[in-house]
């Protein structure tokens, strides 16, 4: 079966650290475009980061600096170290599988169930 | 970055009934050397993630049932529901993945009425 699962959130204090791992099946992660997206309770989406199939990462602005995006292909798994974390990056992170055709960007066509993330003290 | 604004922010229809959902991007998401429009819509159902729905503004994802479409060009998109069903009360979200950063619209709640 074709899934995503996501693992490692949890309640984190302000400036804290956190190492959230998306588990991949039925399919290669590294052959992908790979991105986390995020949404804050009760809001929308906001996408995090991506890792193109060579290798390539990328950032949204409100990130950079402080999250970095890395896979292993031995383990098929996806991660995002996120470090320096403040209140407004509470949400439940989702890890998606990105389709790019004929463009330079991407949709994205697989998700997982996602993993909440609390920043508070 | 291109901001995208969906209307209305919630739409209460009744069961049977059409539904109409729009977006609309502040850039062109139109390739003019393909003549597509880089748009896609999601679906999500409380507690779950988001669900693809259709992409290139028109194109329905495999699976997805055919009283779902999308239509529109340039800046103005349309989600069309064209019999709401009970299963259909969900948030939707256009996309735009035209360019870098993708960037999502803040969501319609759609319910029955």
């Known amino acids: 079966e074709v899934q995503l699962v996501e693992s490692g959130g949890g309640l984190v204090q302000p400036g804290g650290s956190l190492r959230l791992s998306c588990a991949a099946s039925?399919?290669?992660?590294?052959?992908?475009?790979m991105s986390w997206v995020r949404q804050a309770p009760g809001k929308g989406l906001e996408w995090v980061s991506v890792?193109?199939?060579?290798?390539?990462?990328y950032y949204a602005d409100s990130v950079k600096g402080r999250f970095t995006i890395s896979r292993d292909n031995s383990k098929n798994t996806l991660y995002l170290q996120m470090n320096s974390l403040r209140a407004e990056d509470t949400a439940v992170y989702y890890c998606?599988?990105?389709?790019?055709?004929?463009?330079?960007?991407?949709?994205?066509?697989?998700w997982g169930r996602g993993t909440l993330v609390t920043v508070s003290s | 970055d291109i901001v995208m604004t969906q209307s209305p922010d919630s739409l209460a229809v009744s069961l049977g009934e059409r539904a109409t959902i729009n977006c609309k991007s502040s850039?062109?998401?139109?390739?003019?050397?393909?003549?597509?429009?880089?748009l896609a819509w999601y679906q999500q159902k409380p507690g779950q993630p988001p669900k693809l729905l259709i992409y290139?503004?028109?194109t329905r994802e495999s699976g997805v049932p055919d009283r779902f479409s999308g239509s529109g060009s340039g800046t103005d998109f349309t989600l069309t529901i064209s019999s709401l069903q009970a299963e259909d009360v969900a948030v939707y979200y256009c996309?735009?993945?035209?360019?870098?950063?993708?960037?999502f619209g803040q969501g319609t709640r759609l319910e029955i009425k």
């Open positions: 039925g399919f290669t992660v590294s052959s992908n475009y």
């Open positions: 890792i193109y199939s060579g290798g390539d990462t």
């Open positions: 850039q062109s998401v139109l390739y003019s050397s393909n003549n597509k429009n880089y």
């Open positions: 998606a599988r990105d389709v790019l055709i004929w463009s330079s960007a991407w949709y994205f066509d697989l």
């Open positions: 996309q735009q993945h035209y360019t870098t950063p993708v960037t």
């Open positions: 290139w503004a028109s």
